[in-house]
Structures are given as C-alpha cells and as structure tokens.
C-alpha cells in the first residue's frame, strides 16, 4: 500500500474500544494500517497475563493518497468513528511520527514504551497528573509491573502509592 510519493499517513478516530475491528476493516478496503500497541501486564482473579493495548486509544493510522483515492467511505467503515479532517479535508501526520514509532518497535511487534529511568531512589517527585496532581512525595522505585511507588504525605500520614512513572516529574 506504501507506493507512490503521495500516499500519507493519516490519524483515524475509532468507536470506543473498536480498534482493532477498525483495522480489520480497513484492511479489506485495501488500506494500509498502522495500530501501534504497547504490552502490559493484566491481572485478573489471581492471574498476570500479557495484554497489547493501543498506544493511542481510540485512534489508528491509515494511509492513502488524498488527491487519488476515494477515502469519504473511511468514516462509514466499521468500527470507525471518523477520519481526522479539517476543513473537510483529511489532515496527514509527518511519516516522522509513524517512522519514530516503528522504530521503538520489539520483535513482538509492540512499541516499547520507557519508563522514567532518571529517577533514584530517595528522589523528590511531583505528581503532574491524576488525582493526587501536585503532590510531593519521595520516588522508592519501579514494580515488576512497571508502576512507580511513591511515599505521599495524604492527611498528616506518610502513604505508599504507586503511579504511572509518566505522571511523575523530578521536584
């Protein structure tokens, strides 16, 4: 599907929790797809289990050549919410932003997201989103489950809390 010089990539907003029937989809019609995923761990009723989610939730790249191919029936495909235009015309994403993703890419074919490995232990840390958004507290260290401890003061109390290492920010 990549040929030509004026094919571009393009975001496509999904249904809720319909991106993969979107890609299947879009894929039939003859589109080039792109979903990047990144692995996790779920656990469930006393098991761990490796799940990949969208990187993006909600949202895919597909790739056409706006001027050549009929892309209106995008947006009725199913599992599709809309195609990302303005102006009604469907805005490309730079190939930068595609290439950087594929080339965070394992042999599993997940994106390889990184944690913040500049934090140390004993590290003064700001949570920069969430609930508790704003909060100070001391950096511990990472769970097997990639999620960061930090000691909170909540209430008067020191409380151990595990966050998203992205949400957190050297003090």
């Not at 990144?38 to 909600?58: D, W």
């Not at 895919?60 to 009604?88: K, M």
């Not at 003061?153 to 290492?165: A, E, H, I, M, Q």
Request: hydrophobic share 40%; glycine share 8%; charged share 25%.
């Amino acid at each position: 599907m990549m040929r030509g010089d004026d094919i571009r990539w393009h975001a496509v907003q999904t249904k809720p929790g319909q991106e993969n029937k979107a890609a299947f989809n879009l894929r039939r019609q003859g589109y080039g797809v792109y979903l990047p995923k990144y692995a996790c761990l779920r656990r469930h009723a006393r098991k761990t289990e490796r799940v990949e989610r969208p990187i993006f939730s909600g949202y895919l790249f597909v790739a056409f050549d706006a001027g050549r191919q009929g892309w209106h029936c995008i947006n009725s495909t199913l599992g599709v919410a809309r195609l990302v235009a303005a102006a009604d015309k469907p805005v490309a994403v730079p190939h930068a932003v595609i290439q950087a993703l594929r080339d965070r890419e394992g042999e599993d074919g997940c994106v390889r997201l990184e944690p913040q490995r500049h934090l140390k232990s004993g590290d003064k840390v700001r949570v920069t989103e969430g609930a508790f958004e704003s909060f100070l507290g001391l950096y511990e260290g990472l769970t097997a489950s990639e999620r960061a401890i930090v000691l909170i003061d909540f209430l008067g109390r020191k409380v151990r809390t595990l966050f998203d290492p992205e949400a957190l920010a050297a003090a």
